[in-house]
């Protein structure tokens, strides 16, 4: 079974930083594009960022410029630096396996982590 385990989120005010990780289990990491997604209250999770086993990266128009996505194929876990944070970045964040940006995530869904931000 594949799961993730998602942890780095908080409390932060508007225009501060924050660093996600992600462990996964139950697949070959490194052969693995990987992808961070968000669910706010009342709406629909969504894509922010992926990576491909390569190395690719794409980002929803919403982060580009200040979200990162990483990943330590040594450690098999995925980050997301999220600079210049804004109060409608706030959502529960997941992580989970998917070939591609376009792709269906095939992993169980984790807790996720809660980032706020908010003065």
């Known amino acids: 079974q594949v799961q993730s385990v998602e942890s780095g989120g908080g409390l932060v005010q508007p225009g501060g930083s924050l660093r996600l990780s992600c462990v996964t289990s139950?697949?070959?990491?490194?052969?693995?594009?990987m992808g961070w997604y968000r669910q706010a209250p009342g709406q629909q999770r969504e894509l922010v960022a992926h990576i491909t086993s390569g190395g690719t990266t794409n980002y929803a128009d919403f982060v580009k410029g200040r979200f990162t996505i990483s990943r330590d194929n040594a450690k098999n876990t995925l980050y997301l630096q999220m600079n210049s944070l804004k109060p409608e970045d706030t959502a529960v964040y997941y992580c989970?396996?998917?070939?591609?940006?376009?792709?269906?995530?095939?992993?169980?869904w984790g807790q996720g982590t809660q980032v706020t931000v908010s003065s």
């Open positions: 139950g697949v070959i990491f490194i052969t693995a594009g």
């Open positions: 989970n396996p998917a070939a591609n940006r376009y792709s269906r995530p095939f992993g169980s």
